[in-house]
């Protein structure tokens, strides 16, 4: 298949995808909002993607060079920036310490393999303390919502969807769990945020 070719078939398969999230987040949004049921259906409907890895390899999305690097691939997001998803390609040796998203994520398992520790909603107040833990990897992934809490552990490196309720730049206010201090403080996301979406006519990014 040809770059070309293979951009196409991708954008497909990504707008379906996305296009079936969208649904239920707007089913779930009719009922009050989302919950653990809607989040579990959005992370079927993702590894059904990831079997396409033929369309997501590491030639299209380049992980990073540097170890403990990580590259955000934005390949979808609707106008609103209310519906975002990402390809996330981590350097080896990759961590990063209990923190919040403040909207609700879902993450699976493209290449390699990340330990994902759940910690349960956040209290901002006193250490969080695990609840399980799950190794995202091919076939695997796990759901928060927008107050649960987890930290990651990757070595060697790792490619995943990363799902998200609001675009990364929205993601204002986040808390990590700061050990060395035993306190609750900002977290700054330094990841690199690439745009990796199709361009319709005129400049426009689609998705």
């Known amino acids: 298949m040809s ?9 497909a398969a990504v707008a379906d ?4 999230i969208a649904r239920v ?10 919950d653990r049921t809607g989040l579990e259906r959005i992370k079927e409907r993702l590894l059904r993607l990831a079997e396409r890895d033929d369309l997501f390899s590491d030639e299209d999305f380049p992980p990073p060079q540097a170890a403990g690097a990580s590259i955000s691939y934005r390949i979808a997001q609707n106008d609103d920036e209310e519906l975002a998803l990402y390809i996330q390609s981590v ?9 919040e998203h403040r909207t609700w994520a879902v993450i699976v398992g493209m290449r390699g393999r990340e330990l994902n520790r759940l910690y349960g909603p956040c209290a901002s107040s006193g250490e969080p303390q695990v609840q399980h833990e799950v190794a995202v990897e091919r076939g695997t992934g796990v759901t928060m919502l927008s107050d649960d809490v ?3 552990q990757i070595e060697g490196a790792a490619t995943n969807f990363h799902c998200y309720g609001l675009a990364l730049e ?6 990590f769990w700061h050990a060395r201090t035993a306190q609750w403080q900002p977290f700054i996301d330094d990841s690199q945020i690439v745009e990796a979406r199709p361009t319709a006519p005129g400049g426009r990014a689609n998705w």
């Open 91 to 99: 350097g080896n040796g990759t961590s990063a310490p209990p923190h």
């Open 3 to 11: 770059n070309t070719d293979r951009a196409v078939e991708r954008a």
């Open 170 to 175: 929205r993601l204002d206010g986040r808390l």
């Open 150 to 152: 987890h930290s990651i």
């Open 17 to 20: 995808a996305m296009d079936d």
């Open 25 to 34: 987040d707007a089913h779930c949004r009719e009922r009050g909002g989302i």
